[in-house]
């Protein structure tokens, strides 16, 4: 009988991973991987052998488990579904399914392959393929964002700069609170590009033309003249990170498209969410930990010391993908093409390998960033640009879809859990 929860366990009784394996009905190898997802936390168990787990942690992911089997999340609009059961939402965009994902209803990652950046987003957006688009931006939004971010500090991470420069252009755009379909969809089209321009570019001439992964390279890469293969890979790194699903950044997203705010409000949404390390900047994290291994010459010791410090490994395992990651997949497809990118290659190929020892997991998306930006000679937080920039058609295809859905149904009910009241005023 799985419909009763269990009593409550003492929270400060420590498990060991059998025992943990146990009350979550997985088999111990499971138990490690859901620690480095980041879904549990362990401790090494006195005397140095095996781990322990927080007893209260463990049945706490044990609910979730039960109530994520038992289909508690509704099918309807947002909010609706069974109590406790997960926020669903509706959506005709992204579908993922068998370790695959689908961009309505058409294969992302041969969407990707045979098209541009630029072209996967208006089929996003309009369900419409339309060869050669190409984005442009007006020459006065580009010179506010620019004036903006040349106003942060240095040290500004991309982010910062990224949302700087929406609300720049924000106040660039009388029309920005005309939500009709026509007016996002010329928004999107604007926006990305002067986003791309309004950053600072690395040892280049500013490269406002063309198609958005070579402007994009110049704003990341020290290395003029790339080759086609790397600005094919870039492009291709773009295309793929478009959409996926409800994450949370996209979460935010649809929150403020519900309300009914404009789209340059939506995307800095977006944006501020992205920072996270388990979200848009995993890949800095990847690519340090790549850059490690490269020095090194091998990845045991730089695992071991991830690991030391309670660390999980960047760039392994996803909770949609059972299997291997498609975008991972694909994109490393690409860089295999590129002769410079071989030592980076088989650096990622060692953490696999050496983690796999232990904990059966594949790479994820960051891991082949990061092999992308660390063989192109980018600073570790370009892939956390990449991310953005390519997500931002993503966040606009959400919030043209929100628009059409009533307004603020994003609005869950909370589970009140404090003191009953009423209670005395405080003293």
Do not use: C
């Amino acid at each position: 009988m799985r419909d009763q929860e269990p009593a409550p366990m003492d929270a400060e009784r420590r498990l060991s991973t059998k025992e943990a394996a146990e009350l979550l009905g997985v088999k111990p190898e499971t138990v490690y991987a859901y620690v480095s997802r980041g879904q549990l936390s362990s401790r090494r168990a006195s005397g140095g052998r095996g781990s322990t787990f927080d007893a209260g942690e463990v049945e706490a992911l044990a609910r979730r488990n039960r109530r994520d089997g038992s289909g508690g999340s509704g099918s309807g609009s947002a909010g609706s579904g069974s109590s406790g059961g997960e926020l669903s939402v509706r959506t005709r965009l992204t579908l993922i399914e068998s370790d695959r994902y689908f961009f309505r209803g058409v294969d992302a990652v041969d969407l990707a392959t045979r098209h541009t950046y630029e072209e996967v987003a208006e089929w996003l957006w309009t369900g419409r393929m339309l060869p050669g688009s190409t984005f442009t931006a007006p020459a006065g939004f580009v010179s506010v964002a620019r004036r903006a971010v040349e106003a942060l500090p240095e040290h500004a991470a991309p982010a910062d700069l990224l949302r700087v420069a929406t609300v720049a252009a924000a106040t660039a755009d009388p029309l920005r609170f005309d939500l009709s379909e026509d007016a996002v969809l010329g928004t999107a089209r604007t926006l990305i590009p002067t986003l791309v321009s309004a950053l600072p570019p690395r040892g280049h001439d500013r490269r406002d033309e063309g198609p958005m992964a070579h402007r994009l390279w110049t704003r990341l890469s020290m290395r003029k003249d790339p080759d086609e293969a790397s600005l094919r890979a870039l492009d291709a790194a773009l295309a793929l990170l478009v959409d996926h699903d409800l994450a949370a950044s996209t979460l935010a997203v649809r929150v403020a498209a519900s309300a009914r705010a404009h789209p340059y409000a939506a995307v800095s949404a977006g944006l501020g969410v992205i920072e996270g390390p388990l979200h848009g900047a995993a890949s800095g994290l990847a690519h340090r930990l790549l850059q490690d291994v490269l020095e090194q010459g091998d990845a045991a010791p730089v695992i071991a010391d991830e690991l030391r410090a309670g660390r999980r490994v960047p760039g392994l395992g996803h909770r949609l993908y059972p299997g291997e990651d498609p975008r991972a997949r694909a994109l490393f497809a690409h860089l295999e093409r590129i002769p410079r990118a071989e030592p980076a290659l088989l650096a990622a190929r060692d953490i696999v390998e050496t983690t796999a020892r232990h904990v059966p997991l594949h790479a994820n998306v960051d891991l082949a960033l990061a092999v992308l930006t660390v063989s192109s000679g980018m600073a570790p937080t370009a892939g956390e640009t990449i991310f953005a920039v390519a997500r931002t058609a993503g966040w606009i295809a959400h919030a043209l879809e929100e628009y059409g859905e009533r307004p603020l149904r994003m609005r869950p009910s909370g589970l009140y859990a404090g003191p009953r009241p009423p209670q005395p005023l405080p003293e």
